[in-house]
């Protein structure tokens, strides 16, 4: 089966062309990027058949971005993208819509009621939705929505405490990366299938943490919103609402507050430097104080969620970090974990400072006198991956209803 699985953001396009067969292999055949979607000056990139292709074109929407790109994979030689089985969505909130589905106009419907509370990736999901079955009217779509795979919390961590009739109209904790977490949970199992209690950091642009146990999400940090939870590069993370009451006080409109909230939070918001990792740490290292702030409360929170989880599991049989902090981010990982001996994490820290860029690379210590009870790896994440299996699997449950 030929699959096209699509990451979208507000104003960028990421694909991967699957050829998954029933053997069981799964190569990628092609993929490729756009951004600035409708900013003009748009950068993109096609990499098919060994061969790399770039360039820059004014890409007024989604629509005019697969255009573009899928005629470019075609033009390398790459027929599988003109007889697609399927394109598969990496799809973010669908409230109560659970798993891997065939999108339909009430999947649509439902993924646009939930639109305020993920305004920054329903809407130009379903925009690509809308663009992709005007260009492929036949090819089915699927939405793989990154909330099913922490459905397995037990109840009394998804719901906060609020009025009953607010969890009632689907205000509770959804939890997100579920592509991600779900990869990592996998390949875990097939690194040593004895590890059974994982605490997985996905750390990048927008960051979470999950505790998993037996393959199955227990607990994760993201909440109603992919706002919540560790704060992420722009957005605010954990958040007293109450102290909106202030801030209203003060004259501060309510788009503001959350327009605010969304795009200026974050390590941005504490440094006044960047929302990107990198940038904030040369900050720090040139003697930004506020920078070095931001770093120091970013890892706070992340050893916040270390502790609940390690509680929530009963300690960690491995702690994996994903991402492109969580691969490439040396010292944030070495701060996180630092003198965490009493619970039996020891890093080592010379295999920490050449991980970054390693496929599966572990870095704890395993002998010696002071050896980790709890393995440590970086892993790179494959959430095309997930979606791609996802997808197939949800076109033969489709094909298992039609009489």
């Known amino acids: ?7 979208l953001g507000s104003t960028s396009f990421k694909f991967k062309l699957f050829e998954v067969s029933s053997i069981g292999s799964e190569a990628v055949l092609a993929e490729g990027a756009a951004d600035r979607i409708g900013q003009g000056g748009s950068s993109w990139k096609v990499v098919a058949n060994g061969a790399t292709t770039k360039g820059e074109a004014d890409l007024a929407d989604h629509g005019a971005a697969i255009a573009l790109l899928l005629g470019k994979v075609a033009e390398a030689g790459v027929t599988q993208v003109e007889s697609l089985d399927a394109i598969g969505f990496k799809a973010v909130h ?15 419907a439902t993924m646009q009621q939930f639109s305020d509370v993920a305004p920054a990736h329903n809407p130009p999901y379903i925009n690509a939705m809308k663009a992709f079955a005007e260009q492929l009217p036949n090819v089915p779509q699927v939405a793989a ?14 719901v906060y405490g609020i009025p009953w ?10 939890g997100f990366h579920g592509a991600s977490h779900r990869y990592i949970a996998e390949r875990v199992s097939q690194i040593d299938p004895e590890l059974k209690r994982i605490i997985n950091f996905h750390l990048g642009g927008s960051c979470s943490v999950c505790a998993i146990k037996d393959g199955k999400s227990v607990a994760t940090s993201m909440g109603t919103t992919p706002q919540s939870g560790l704060f992420h590069n722009n957005r605010v993370g954990d958040f007293d609402t109450f102290a909106l009451l202030k ?22 918001g504490i440094s006044g430097v960047s929302a990107d990792m990198r940038e904030v740490e040369e900050a720090a290292a040139d003697g930004n104080e506020r920078a070095q702030l931001a770093l120091d409360a970013f890892v706070e929170s992340c050893r916040d969620y270390l502790g609940a989880y390690l509680t929530v599991l009963g300690g ?12 490439h981010g040396k010292e944030i990982r070495e701060a996180i974990l630092r003198d965490m001996d ?5 890093l080592d820290l010379d295999r ?9 690379f572990r870095i704890d210590e395993w002998a010696g006198d002071n050896y980790s009870n709890t393995q440590v790896w970086v892993l790179p994440t494959n959430e095309e991956l997930i979606v791609a299996r996802q997808t197939v699997g949800a076109l033969a449950d489709r094909s298992e209803t039609v009489v």
């Open 1 to 7: 089966m030929n699959i096209l699985v699509s990451n």
């Open 94 to 108: 669908g409230g109560p819509i659970s798993g891997a589905v065939i999108v339909d106009d009430d999947v649509i």
């Open 145 to 158: 929505f990154e909330t099913a795979f922490h459905r397995t919390m037990p109840e009394s961590r998804q």
């Open 165 to 174: 009739d607010w969890t009632e109209m689907g205000v509770k904790r959804y």
């Open 247 to 268: 801030l209203f006080a003060a004259g501060v409109t309510t788009d503001e507050v959350f327009h605010r909230l969304g795009k200026e939070g974050g390590l941005l």
């Open 316 to 327: 960690a049989d491995i702690i994996t970090f994903t991402g492109g902090i969580g691969q």
């Open 342 to 346: 009493w619970a039996g994490i020891v």
């Open 352 to 360: 920490n400072k050449i991980a970054s860029g390693k496929e599966d």
